[in-house]
Structure formats: structure tokens, C-alpha cells
């Protein structure tokens, strides 16, 4: 059968969400995680392995003029600026673990997760590290690359 592709929407769906029509730009080149609580290799490398995942896209895109500012970009920055729902470009999302990382996950572990992003908040956080790449996953599903500019944005 023939599936119509979604453009940032999250599979499997979460138990709860809610968004808006409020969106953030990011740009691949200034775009970063900031690890907050705990930490380990298992976090590290799903950090390196998403920013693969997430803005090698974005890169092959505008290869040759990553960090060239071009007047199209120009004029698409100032379109979201004047847009009401532009919340503003997103440089940083913390990453929150609350709990040390566990070697492998086990039965009935609790891999629930939050993303939080608002005017306010900027984070993905869980409990466990399963619950953390679990976000991770959905945070990536959420991102598209956005036609009107340099890097990703999302509807929130």
C-alpha cells in the first residue's frame, strides 16, 4: 500500500501530546545538545549519532553554502520573524537524565520520556537512558527541513 510521507509527526505516537501551530527554526551549524544531570558513553554516542541522523539532511542540502548567508535566507528569516507563530531560532535543547544510565533495559522499565518545548523550556528528559533515546528518536521525528530557509523547523 501506498503511504502518504507526515512532515514532523512522531511514530509510534506518544501515550499524550500536544502542540501548536508555534514553530522554531534551527540551524545545523549553531544547533547543539547540552547534557544536564547524568551521563554516560550509551548517551554520548546516541548524541553523535543523531546529529547524523538529523542534520546530515540539512547539510547535503546546502553543502556548498552551509554557512554562507544567501539573500533567499535573508528574506525567508525575515518572513518567520514576522510570523506570529515563530517562537525564534533554537540553538540548544538540554538533555536531562535523572537517573545513571543502566547497561541494557529489563522488563517493565520504565522508558517514559518528556519534551518540553515552549517559549520557556527547552528539554527532553527521562528517568533512564532508555527513556532518553526514546526522545531522542521522537525529537528527530519531529524536525523537517524547512523550505523556506537553512535548517530544520518544527510546528510545536
Known amino acids: 500500500p501506498v ?12 501515550k499524550l501530546q500536544s502542540s501548536t501551530e ?6 545545523p551549524v549553531t ?6 544531570g547524568h551521563s554516560c558513553d550509551i548517551l554520548d554516542k546516541a548524541i553523535e549519532r543523531y546529529y547524523g541522523i538529523v542534520f546530515s539532511v540539512a547539510n547535503d542540502v546546502g553543502s556548498t553554502e552551509t554557512n554562507a548567508i544567501t539573500s533567499r535566507n535573508l528574506l525567508a528569516k525575515q518572513a518567520m520573524v514576522d ?3 515563530f517562537l525564534g531560532f533554537l540553538d540548544e535543547v ?3 537524565l535523572k537517573e545513571p ?12 520520556y518528556r ?22 528518536e521522537s525529537f528527530s521525528q519531529w524536525l523537517f527541513l524547512g ?7 518544527r510546528p510545536l
Open 147 to 153: 523550505v523556506e530557509c537553512c535548517g530544520s523547523t
Open 101 to 112: 544510565c543502566e547497561e541494557w533495559p529489563y522488563f517493565e522499565m520504565d522508558e517514559s
Open 83 to 85: 510570523d506570529s507563530n
Open 3 to 14: 503511504v502518504k510521507a507526515t512532515r514532523g509527526e512522531i511514530w509510534p505516537k506518544p
Open 22 to 27: 508555534n514553530y522554531f527554526a534551527i540551524d
Open 115 to 136: 519534551i518540553s518545548l515552549n517559549k520557556f523550556e527547552y528539554k527532553l528528559q527521562s528517568s533512564t537512558i532508555w527513556g532518553i533515546l526514546r526522545a531522542l
Open 94 to 96: 538540554e538533555i536531562h
Open 31 to 36: 544547533f547543539q545538545f547540552k547534557v544536564t
